[in-house]
């Protein structure tokens, strides 16, 4: 799956307006993920997951922060994401399903902060960034 | 053992009863189309699918996307029942109209995006958690006559 031009489009101006919010939405598309998805929650034995965890909003910020690094380089995702694969690939070794789970908890986040931005074209096109993303963070796996 | 419990159905009727169940499939049916267009591939008959313009005021789809989202709604009358509910409809999927059921899982989670652009803050993580397990539920209905 390639990410077109106007999709990366989308993906710019839609993040762009996101701004300050973006650990605060990272944190909560966890916290959905975690209640939607519990199987997730089996990666986080040592995390607090009650809500409003001070390690799931740090957490947060980290998965937000890497977001976006991504949209600044999103005409070369495997170069910048190139530590965050390794870190996956050989440490972390988060099965590759739960990157749909949490990209679905993204969507649906942004879906329900920002309703106006949340066409379907740019719906399509942040699905399509966040499976771009979690492609390259599992490349290395095997 | 209920499917849901009495908190879940509460939290899932409670949100259903504001839905415009017509409105909501069209716009369901219509993103389905647009984010994942190989989707494309049950509806060749539905005439003009070429933007996402054309596919979410195309009347076909909307008309569609109302009689599935009805029987969705139907489904969930007998929400601890869902095999049972989707027998038929199972059956037609994979006989007749020879729907991967994998489509299933991708238009309950389209389905569940919808509501939550409806919804905003209403649509909160334990209202979506009870919305996963339904459409979960459904898909596994509709796919549990195959063979």
Known sequence: MVLSSADKNNVKACWGKIGSHAGEYGAEALERTFCSFPTTKTYFPHFDLSHGSTQVQAHGQKVADALTKAVAHIDDLPNALSDLSDLHAYKLRVDPVNFKFLSHCLLVTLACHHPEEFTPAVHASLDKFFSAVSTVLTSKYR | ?147
């Open chain 2, 1 to 147: 053992m209920s499917f849901l419990s009495a908190e879940e159905k509460g939290l899932v009727n409670g949100l259903w009863s504001k839905v415009n169940v017509d409105e909501v499939g069209g716009e369901a049916l219509g993103r389905l189309l647009v984010v994942y267009p190989w989707t494309q591939r049950f509806f060749q008959s539905f005439g003009d699918l070429s933007s996402a313009d054309a596919i979410m005021s195309n009347a076909k789809v909307k008309a569609h996307g109302k009689k599935v989202l009805n029987s969705f709604s139907d489904g969930l009358k007998n929400i601890d029942d869902l095999k049972g509910a989707f027998a038929k409809l199972s059956e037609l999927h994979c006989d007749k109209l020879h729907v991967d059921p994998e489509n299933f899982r991708l238009l309950g989670n389209v389905l569940v995006c919808v509501l939550a652009h409806h919804f905003g803050h209403e649509f909160n993580p334990q209202v979506q958690a009870a919305f996963q397990k339904v459409v979960a539920g459904v898909a596994s209905a509709l796919a549990h006559r195959y063979h």
